[in-house]
């Protein structure tokens, strides 16, 4: 049996139950043009390749590739791509065509890998990903909450965030030290009206690097309290309490600045 590779941050799914429940979520049809990362083991692409017509899987583990290869019986509706998936381009699977992603995210790379997508959601209609559940609650966080933080915020402009249940530890092999959360990630149709994203970034990051400091004092290498106060926020106000939109307006105010 194949052994989980530590550095790949492998966790196999295997309980039947959670499986069925996970495809349902996802509801493939078969026409549609899905993508799964990390199949490992192959317990999400068996059932669904069984429901679709053709399956794409990008996956970095050789042996875990062969594997793949040998339950399938090489069917030529399986294509896997060996690749880093950090470094993969999704734009050349189905070319114009938007893709359904789905996967059980190694959690050591989970976050780089969402804004990887992200620069690519032009071309993903949906994302249906097994992630820790705090990494979930932080992506859906309310401002104003224990959870909300940079995470959300860099997320929210892009793209919207359905949690849909937890997974215990169990149901994997070897079981994670954590709980994990099926969620559903959606593009915007109309993103949130962001000009340049590394204004955005610099703002989200310099709000939130210290967030017991209120706005005066966490933007102020690059907006004063009249800068903040212009686009209708309190500079006595701390990051956690502003909403995505008002990030966008500070950002935007920044991108005036540097003009």
Excluded: C
Excluded at 10 to 24: E, K, S, T, W
Excluded at 57 to 76: F, K, S
Excluded at 222 to 233: E, K, P, S, T
Aim: charged share 20%; hydrophobic share 45%.
């Amino acid at each position: 049996m194949h052994q989980p590779r530590k550095r790949f941050g492998q966790h196999f799914l295997h309980d039947p139950g959670v499986i069925g429940r996970i495809v349902a979520a996802i509801a493939p049809q078969p026409q549609d043009r899905m993508v799964e990362i990390g199949p490992g083991l192959g317990a999400l692409t068996v059932p669904l390749l069984a429901r679709l017509n053709e399956l794409h899987a990008v996956e970095i583990d050789r042996d875990a590739i062969r594997h793949l290869h040998e339950i399938t019986q090489n069917d030529p509706r399986l294509h896997i791509h060996s690749a880093d998936v950090l470094q993969f381009t999704f734009a050349h699977i189905y070319e114009g065509e938007r893709l359904r992603v789905v996967g059980n995210l190694p959690y050591n790379i989970s976050t780089p890998l969402l804004f990887h997508l992200i620069e690519q959601r032009e071309r993903i209609l949906d994302m249906h990903f097994m992630l820790q559940k705090e990494v979930v609650d932080r992506m859906a966080a309310a401002p104003g909450s224990e959870h909300y933080g940079r995470l959300t915020v860099m997320l929210a402009p892009w793209v919207r965030v359905e949690p849909l249940f937890d997974i215990g530890p169990g149901a994997f092999r070897p079981p994670p030290k954590v709980i994990s959360t099926v969620v559903r990630l959606t593009p915007h149709e109309q993103p949130m009206p962001i000009g340049d994203p590394r204004h955005f970034a610099t703002v989200v990051g310099a709000a939130f690097s210290q967030r017991r400091k209120t706005l005066r004092n966490s933007l102020k290498p690059f907006l004063d309290a009249a800068d903040i106060a212009a686009v209708g926020i309190d500079p006595g106000l701390r990051a956690e309490v502003l909403s995505p939109a008002e990030f966008v307006a500070l950002s935007s105010r920044l991108a005036a600045k540097l003009l």
